[in-house]
């Protein structure tokens, strides 16, 4: 059972735009929800992570919005650039426990 | 920030060898390190759960005796696929979880990745 479903499975913006990918969890009990960068062939950089007693995380350009009733939570990527191209997951998990990834989102952000 | 380091980076060998991935925290402490596998435009496929002084916590359908993991110290867990055929021909990533820095720094509790493995059997 996907403990994480994330959508889109892949995402094409326009330089400057904004990008927008979700995340749904089910397990209640995860306390941590980080989202990875990876570009073809280097492991996953952490980019950004939010705890559940907060709504909202912001990073530069990047933003996680977070709602725990929903049990979801989005990462959106202000201003994007071609830089930002790259494989997005994101990621759930209490502390002791693994991490449980999405199945990733392909964004390119077209000049 | 954390750095994870793995190595070797690419490895290219023949069917039936024996190769060995390591992965090691520079910075901070991780009594748990995670092994993963990744096919092309794939996400990350858990393989194993990696615990100091202690046995390797394998996931659904991943043979241990064919993905021997030892984690002998707070700072290094390695990965020895035995007898590789092609098949076995993936790209390897570790991750190593915050538990502690060298320092005495309170642990993060977060999870830093290496660079990856890229395993090639001919």
């Known amino acids: 059972q996907q403990q994480v479903k994330q959508s889109p499975q892949s995402l094409i913006v326009q330089k400057g735009g904004i990008s927008i990918i979700n995340c749904a969890y089910e397990?209640?009990?995860?306390?941590?929800f980080p989202w990875y960068q990876q570009f073809p062939g280097k492991g996953p950089a952490l980019l950004i992570a939010i705890r559940p007693d907060v709504s909202e995380k912001k990073e530069g350009r990047f933003t996680i919005s977070f709602n725990k009733s929903a049990k979801q939570f989005s990462l959106h990527i202000m201003d994007s650039q071609p830089g930002d191209s790259a494989t997005y997951f994101c990621a759930a998990t209490y502390y002791g426990n693994q991490f449980y990834f999405g199945t990733g989102t392909s964004l390119t952000v077209i000049p | 920030g954390a750095v994870v380091s793995q190595h070797p980076s690419r490895v290219i060998c023949k069917s039936g060898t024996s190769v060995k991935i390591e992965c090691r925290s520079l910075?901070?402490?991780?009594?748990?390190m995670f092994w993963y596998r990744q096919f092309p435009k794939k996400s990350l496929m858990l393989m194993a759960t990696s615990n100091e002084g202690s046995k390797a916590t394998y996931e659904q359908g991943v043979e241990k005796d064919k993905f021997l993991i030892n984690h002998a110290s707070l700072t290094l867990s390695t990965l020895t696929v035995t007898s590789a055929h092609p098949e076995d021909s993936s790209f390897y990533i570790c991750?190593?979880?915050?538990?502690?820095?060298?320092?005495?720094?309170?642990?993060?509790?977060?999870?830093?990745f290496g660079e990856g493995s890229r395993l090639t059997v001919l």
């Open positions: 397990n209640t009990a995860f306390d941590y």
């Open positions: 910075d901070f402490q991780a009594t748990t």
């Open positions: 991750s190593a979880r915050d538990t502690g820095g060298l320092a005495g720094a309170p642990n993060t509790g977060e999870l830093f």
